[in-house]
């Protein structure tokens, strides 16, 4: 388990146990994902690595300025799921910033 992140204080939040913006819309339980500049990310937003990553099991490199469109926001704040080249990805919203 990746928690605690630093920076990150433990709450009564029932669902992850430490401190994050939590909203409800519709019944649905939605939490804030913010980018490494602390902006809003949605699902289908386009965002921007802001550092280079190696891709773990491959020699693969995802070069820094590489734009993903179409996010897909996870149960975790801190992880989107993605499409890079084709390949299914998770990448840490800490690496992102949106376009």
């Known amino acids: 388990m990746r928690w605690p992140l630093p920076g990150h204080r433990k709450s009564d939040c029932t669902d992850c146990s430490y401190t994050e913006t939590h909203r409800f819309t519709s019944q649905k339980f939605i939490m804030d994902v913010k980018d490494s500049n602390g902006a809003l990310l949605t699902d289908g937003d386009s965002v921007t690595l802001i550092k280079d990553l ?37 990448l840490r919203t800490e690496f992102l910033k949106k376009v």
């Open 54 to 90: 190696k891709v773990k099991g491959s020699s693969t490199v995802l070069k820094r300025g590489t734009t993903v469109k179409k996010i897909r926001l996870t149960e975790d704040p801190a992880e989107v799921d993605c499409r890079i080249g084709g390949t299914a990805m998770v």
